[in-house]
């Protein structure tokens, strides 16, 4: 027997298929990740993550928008796993950004996304993707779906850009 595919994610485009559900993000949900709060509506759209869950693995697509918040690069709140024994892949499908990790130890790093980067990232490493294009950044992940999300992180790099310059400060 041949049956169709249950879920359809074409190229560019977003997951489809029974049980996609989406979730919004706006200023007023993420302002507190920000350096400075002021200067922006609260109800700007700043990411949307839409995910399906399929026996014991979740994907997701996470698109950032294109904004900066007083030249700081719009970012997901970013999280380590619960359990910090189960890794993700992250595949960048558009745009340009960063992917932030950090260790357990607090030592952070990026690596550079663009369209096809595909990236591992480990169960220890927190992470956190970071818009720096002048487009909207979608990113494909798959990662086991008890593996939880733990924001009690802060990351000691922010990411702003600034005459089309990326610069990290601390
Ligand atoms: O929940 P955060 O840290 O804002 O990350 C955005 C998205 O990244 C994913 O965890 C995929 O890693 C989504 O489930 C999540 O909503």
């Not at 719009?74 to 340009?96: A, V």
Request: negative net charge; proline residues 3%; contains cysteine.
């Amino acid at each position: 027997m041949i049956e169709e595919a249950k879920f359809m994610q074409e190229w560019g485009s977003i997951p489809k298929g029974e049980g996609v559900i989406s979730k919004q993000t706006h200023f007023a949900d993420i302002q507190s990740i920000y350096e400075r709060v002021d200067g922006l509506s609260k109800d700007k759209l700043m990411y949307t993550v839409y995910s399906t869950t399929s026996g014991s693995l979740l994907w997701g697509q996470t698109i950032l928008e294109p904004v900066l918040v007083h030249g700081e690069c719009n970012m997901t709140r970013g999280h380590f796993h619960q359990r910090r024994d189960l890794d993700e892949y992250y595949w960048c499908q558009k745009g340009e950004g960063l992917l932030m990790l950090m260790d357990a130890q607090g030592k952070c790093w990026c690596e550079k996304m663009k369209p096809g980067s595909l990236h591992h990232i480990h169960g220890q490493w927190a992470h956190r993707c970071i818009n720096t294009g002048k487009e909207a950044l979608s990113v494909i992940a798959c990662w086991p779906a008890d593996a939880g999300h733990d924001y009690n992180l802060t990351f000691p790099i922010r990411v702003f850009k600034e005459n089309d310059q990326i610069l990290l400060k601390k």
